[in-house]
């Protein structure tokens, strides 16, 4: 089966620094990516829509300046957390989208838990 | 709007005892995706299954199974003879599809399943 993969799995940075997260699809190409995160015991919430060689489409509340969001190749979109502050502690997970033989099918990251202090 | 609501925040039973998970969405679209998945304490989002709006036919896997009512716009899950490794948050979701495909997940708030041996 397809798998994405991100990285780090886990970061801890200090108030004030940018944290760069990873996400690839390591067997297939995705058009589109999806950013989600996850606060304690909450659900996932999507950040942004992610495709490959243009901006990203941010949801409503989601700062684009702060959450810096780059598709650059098929394989790859990163999203780098910019003047990280405690409050954006939280469990963030990529999903690939690829164009399977049902239609198009998406696949989730294992997540990177981010824990800023 | 779409929305996913799943009503039973923590559910906890007794090992081998059957357990039924409900899901309820709102959807303006005519076709549409709905999905189940499975959060481990690892974070980590497992699929169980994606039902399309137009295939109302109950599933079965082993001992999970999904009964589809769009009379009711339900979508539930039910665990026979449940096992203390089923222990994981379930989350219930809803995409729409775009016209290239891209599907946004809703999802739902998440029941925390304990089975307790």
């Known amino acids: 089966g397809a798998v994405v993969s991100q990285h780090p799995s886990r970061v801890i940075c200090k108030s004030g620094t940018s944290v760069k997260i990873e996400c690839r699809s390591l067997?297939?190409?995705?058009?589109?990516m999806f950013w989600y995160r996850q606060f304690p015991k909450q659900s996932l919430m999507l950040m942004a829509t992610?495709?490959?060689?243009?901006?990203?489409?941010?949801e409503q509340g989601v700062e684009k300046d702060k959450f810096l969001i780059n598709h650059a190749s098929l394989t790859l979109s990163t999203l780098t957390v910019t003047s990280a502050h405690p409050e954006d502690s939280s469990f963030y997970i990529c999903?690939?989208?690829?164009?399977?033989?049902?239609?198009?099918?998406?696949?989730f990251g294992p997540g990177t838990r981010l824990t800023v202090t | 709007a779409q929305k996913v609501t799943q009503a039973q925040t923590e559910i906890s039973v007794v090992e081998k005892e059957d357990v039924t998970l409900d899901c309820v969405y709102e959807?303006?679209?005519?076709?549409?995706?709905l999905f189940w998945y499975k959060q481990p304490p690892s974070g980590e989002l497992v699929f169980l299954i994606r039902?399309?709006?137009?295939?109302?036919q109950n599933e079965i896997s082993g001992r999970y199974s999904w009964n589809f009512q769009k009379s009711t716009s339900s979508f539930n899950f039910t665990i026979t003879a449940s096992q203390v490794v089923d222990s994981a948050v379930y989350f219930c979701?809803?995409?729409?599809?775009?016209?290239?495909?891209?599907?946004?997940?809703?999802f739902g708030q998440g029941t925390r399943l304990t089975i307790n041996p």
């Open positions: 067997d297939f190409q995705a058009t589109t």
């Open positions: 039902r399309n709006s137009f295939d109302e």
């Open positions: 999903s690939a989208e690829s164009e399977g033989p049902a239609n198009y099918e998406q696949y």
């Open positions: 992610s495709n490959e060689g243009s901006k990203a489409t941010y």
């Open positions: 979701a809803l995409s729409e599809v775009f016209i290239q495909g891209a599907q946004k997940l809703v």
């Open positions: 959807t303006r679209d005519t076709t549409y995706y």
